[in-house]
């Protein structure tokens, strides 16, 4: 099983260890990773901003780069919904015929790393072992763009050690939203205030998602209150096993 | 509002922008309060219905379909419409824009020598300011929806399209019912307040011979006209006076009489969490001897039709103002509907109100929004929100595309240069670079960041940050040992 | 002033030049909402009542030939003596020992002062508990359903159906005037808390004449027959 790596621009940036994690996990299933050099953005954060033109080419690259490539796994909910949900619309606007039929063969073939490893891989249990006890944050491309639904709760409850708490309110939105996050910092604020209640009243040491952004978000209010939590991105509870822990 | 009211300008012309005007909202904690509450509640209400419903989203499909196939044809349906009121005795005016639908209104109640009017709950008649223009013109009107009676008496403004009155608690009505209606024997019980309204509203509703209403349908086929409520102020209204005035916004038209079956189904599960409103109502131009005998239609435009022209805003127009969208909204939930600067506030207002300033105003409403899609999952005609909010942010930078000025928008330039960092790979790794310098003065020994200057401050006004790694993911992966690939990638 | 007449050109105009832009496809029908009810005769009518019940409504059933003593009972209980009552509603209805004002331009002031109003029905609907005027001559003009504080309405069980759909189906053709009553007058206005009976009438009692044979398939379509 071959698959290429599309890291996102943020992690690859401030989260390289979620990309390692990946990396080690999937090799350890017996997949044959690569990885673009020329690879960058998606675009998601231009089209949601409303610099379409920019998103689109960013977009136009991105199909451009993985034309070729039998599979894309990106371990990022919202750059997928970004691809799943928005390249059509670009490219049925700003693009050609010829890119516009790119666009849909590559579709099918990109995938969040939750689907990856569920409907690629065929696998719930990765051989994965994380005694601690674990919070799970639905972020919102995850629940309602790509409908991942029970997938990472089947991946999760495969985990050894792994002790799953439920959080409440879990279909509402944390307050990161990409730029909204900077461009209304109250309400955002307010709402990251109400999901803190809600995961710190789990009692659980870790708050999980299959999204970096979300956890961006909700893990610098956790440092900045010196709160016992941390976040931490599903692959690298994934990736852990008992000679493999994760790194502190 | 007691001492903590301040003055809500609900005109999107004017009213600040929504960070500024989300701010001294946030500070309110009773009113976040109120409107969790409230909001809770119908959630609940609407969610139980929801799952008894098992052709749920066959009858937001068909909804959906309908108003898409009205909007579709919505002259012809409108012409129909006005022939067959007319023909049932009902006169059929037609309002390009806010101050023609005043003066119509005006006209008319001048002819009748109207001092007072008696009114149902309309967002519509909020959005043309007639209650100003009225009183101006010596035409007492007299809101009858308990909400907004407590609003009117309390010279307040709406916060929420179906429940407006939702950040009053009950003392506050208490003090404006003591203070406007001369109640000063009441208590803060809400049946005791209620009950006051229905005697004050009463003798309203016996007397005053003329009734301005909205209307939740108009159906092409018969020329009929619908209204959904709870109380009943509603029916006084649309019975009792000799002269009623329905106005109506162009996009309120259905085709047929029968299609009330999937919208009456969807309504009031999403609205109020009911399998139907206590009260709808039905009724077509003039019947002799059964309620008003001098009715008029008042059609508005105001700019909704321009909403028409352009494919990923139309569905904007299939709004049937159930609010379940400001039920679900986080951010609502956060800031209640003051802080949309629009009688219509929450993700429908984000969408309806720039676009009825025709983008000349409200630019900060369409990113009012995390875009977490909440709202397209309740929305009973199935907007897709998300969709338009990320069309009209489009529509805001093209505007911004062209100002002079633009080179000082932090924001916009950040934005621009960071499409050129994405361009390439060599870029981006070299703007990795950069940025780890940059932000290495604010990094402190265990790799967080606390706070940040400029834009960045916004971030770390309530949270840290993550410094930037020394290594990115993609020199880790370059330094790897390497496994040729049998294709002969450079992996 | 702008003429009426123009400003109808022009919105007319812009909505024709609007939809010319227009590409989107045809939108579809076919959603599959549930038309027919599913449930029997019997469990359709226990759910009518269940549904009226919900929401305060006082519900008393009967046979076809008790209508007029079940009225009998059903008035002498609530205290109440003088009466409103539709012109075409059936002579024996309007039982003695009331003070009834048989509506033939009734004023405001008559009905306000009266304690009650009788009037027939022309469908109810089980699944919101719907019961539906069409404000025939035994249903009475609007207003002597609106203004009376108590409300008791004759319902025969060939006039309920379960889904709205079906109601839509007994329309033969659309009525001129309407009101679907499901629930007492009520409003949430006041922090949430829910308050009955704002402005309409505030009890509601419907009397349920079982008049199906259950042995015989029926024939819902009997126009506003009360």
């Known amino acids: 099983m071959r698959a290429s790596l599309f890291i996102t621009c943020y992690n690859d940036t401030l989260f390289p260890e979620t990309g390692r994690a990946v990396v080690r996990l999937l090799e350890r299933l017996g997949v044959t990773l690569d990885f673009h050099p020329q690879q960058t953005c998606c675009g998601q954060m231009h089209a949601n901003t409303g610099f379409r033109a920019e998103a689109f080419s960013q977009a136009k690259r991105f199909v451009r ?35 516009r039929k ?26 994965a072992y994380f005694p601690h006890r674990v919070t799970y944050h639905a972020s919102c491309h995850g629940l309602r763009g790509l409908h991942v639904g029970d997938r990472p709760f089947r991946l ?25 996050s900077i461009k209304n910092a109250e309400v955002s604020s307010a709402m ?3 999901k803190l209640r809600d995961m710190l009243s789990t009692g659980a040491e870790f708050c999980t998602a299959l999204d970096n952004s979300c956890l961006m978000h909700l893990g610098g209010a956790l440092h900045r209150q010196f709160a016992a939590m941390r976040t931490v991105h599903m692959a690298e509870i994934l990736a852990c096993t008992e000679s493999a822990e994760l790194p502190a | 509002m007691s001492a903590e009211h301040h003055s809500v300008v609900l005109d999107p012309r004017i009213a600040p922008p929504f960070p500024a005007a989300a701010l001294p909202i946030l500070r309110n904690s009773q009113l976040r309060k109120n409107v969790a509450h409230a909001t809770d509640v119908i959630q609940a209400k609407r969610a139980r219905l929801v799952a008894e419903k098992t052709d749920w989203q066959e009858l937001r499909s068909a909804a959906a379909a309908i108003k898409n196939e009205t909007l579709a044809h919505l002259d012809h349906y409108l012409a129909e419409f006005e022939a067959n009121c007319t023909a049932a005795g009902g006169h059929v005016h037609w309002a390009a824009d806010a101050a023609e639908a005043r003066q119509i209104i005006l006209q008319i109640l001048r002819a009748e020598n109207a001092t007072e009017v008696i009114k149902i709950k309309t967002m519509t008649s909020a959005e043309i300011e007639l209650n100003p223009a009225l009183e101006a013109a010596g035409i007492h009107a007299v809101e009858t929806d308990l909400a907004e009676l407590i609003l009117q008496l309390g010279d307040d403004q709406p916060s929420h399209i179906v429940a407006p009155a939702l950040h009053v608690n009950r003392s506050q009505v208490r003090e404006i019912f003591a203070r406007r209606m001369g109640r000063t024997d009441l208590s803060d019980d809400p049946e005791a307040l209620t009950a006051a309204a229905r005697s004050y509203l009463r003798k309203k509703f016996l007397s005053v011979d003329a009734a301005i209403s909205g209307a939740n349908f108009l159906v092409a086929e018969t020329g009929a006209v619908t209204i959904v409520e709870s109380e009943g102020n509603g029916r006084m209204c649309l019975t009792l006076p000799r002269t009623l005035i329905a106005l109506a916004g162009i996009e309120k038209v259905i085709p047929r009489f029968r299609d009330l079956e999937v919208f009456l189904q969807v309504l009031a599960r999403s609205a109020t969490g009911e399998r139907m409103n206590p009260y709808s109502s039905l009724w077509t131009g003039v019947t002799p001897g059964d309620g008003p005998q001098n009715f008029h239609v008042v059609l508005l435009d105001n700019g909704r039709s321009p909403i028409l022209a352009r494919p990923v805003e139309r569905q904007t127009l299939r709004c049937i103002r159930c609010a379940a969208c400001q ?28 676009q009825l300033m025709r983008m000349e105003h409200a630019q900060s409403l369409p990113y009012a929004s995390s875009l977490c899609a909440a709202c397209y999952e309740v929305c009973p005609v199935k907007i897709n929100i998300p969709e338009v909010l990320i069309d009209l942010r489009a529509q805001v930078i093209d505007q911004e595309r062209s100002k002079t000025d633009r080179a000082f928008d932090l924001m916009y330039v950040a934005m621009r240069v960071a499409n050129g960092i994405f361009a390439s790979a060599a870029r981006f790794r070299l703007a990795q670079r950069l940025g780890r310098i940059a932000l290495w003065p604010f990094t402190r020994k265990d790799g967080w960041i606390h706070a940040l200057p400029s834009l960045g401050a916004r971030w770390t006004m309530t949270r840290d940050l993550r410094g930037i790694p020394r290594e990115s ?19 | 002033m702008t003429p009426a007449a123009s400003s109808r050109d022009i919105i007319l105009g812009r909505i024709r030049n609007a939809a010319a832009a227009d590409s989107a496809p045809a939108p579809d029908h076919s959603a599959a909402y549930i038309r027919r009810g599913q449930l029997h005769r019997p469990a359709c009518l226990d759910l009518m009542i269940e549904r009226l019940r919900e929401y305060n409504a006082d519900v008393v059933e009967c046979g076809p030939a008790e209508i007029v003593s079940s009225i009998e009972e059903v008035l002498r209980l609530s205290g109440r003596h003088t009466i ?17 004002r048989i509506d033939d331009s009734l004023t405001y002031s008559d009905i306000e002062t009266s304690d009650a109003v009788v009037t027939a029905s022309f469908a109810g609907v089980a699944d919101s508990g719907t019961i539906v005027l069409h404000h025939s001559s035994a249903e009475g003009r609007r207003v002597l359903t609106l203004l009376p504080d108590w409300h008791l309405c004759i319902l025969r069980a060939s ?29 949430a206005d006041i922090e949430m808390t829910r308050i009955k009976g704002v402005h309409g009438p505030r009890f509601l009692h419907v009397l349920l004449v079982h008049d199906e044979d259950s042995s015989q398939p029926q024939d819902y379509r009997k126009g506003d027959h009360p």
């Open chain 1, 65 to 99: 780069l993985y034309r070729d490539t039998e599979t894309v796994v990106i371990p990022s909910t919202s750059c997928v919904a970004m691809i799943r949900d928005q390249y059509p619309g670009l490219f049925e606007e700003l693009g050609n015929e010829e890119s």
């Open chain 2, 473 to 491: 993911f993609r020199a880790w992966w370059a330094a790897r040992p390497k496994v040729e690939s049998r294709s002969g990638e450079k992996s």
């Open chain 1, 192 to 194: 990251l205030s109400a």
């Open chain 1, 156 to 180: 999760l409850s495969k985990v050894r050690g792994l002790e799953l708490v439920a959080l409440d309110n879990l279909d509402r939105c944390c307050g990161f939203g990409g730029t909204f």
């Open chain 1, 102 to 127: 790119d666009l849909l063969a590559l579709l099918p073939r990109v995938l969040e790393l939750s689907e990856f490893l569920i409907d690629k891989l065929g696998m719930d249990d990765v051989g």
């Open chain 2, 327 to 354: 039920n679900t909204c986080p951010v609502y939930r956060q800031t209640g509907g003051h802080a949309y600067g629009s009688v219509y506030g929450g993700p429908i207002g984000a969408i309806l109100t720039p």
């Open chain 3, 84 to 100: 409103v009552a539709p012109p075409g509603l059936p002579g024996a209805w309007r039982v003695p020992g009331f003070t009834w």
């Open chain 3, 159 to 187: 006039q309920v159906v379960e889904t709205l759909p079906e109601y839509f189906d007994r329309c033969l053709q659309p009525p001129a005037l309407a009101t679907y009553i499901s629930g007492p007058s009520a409003t």
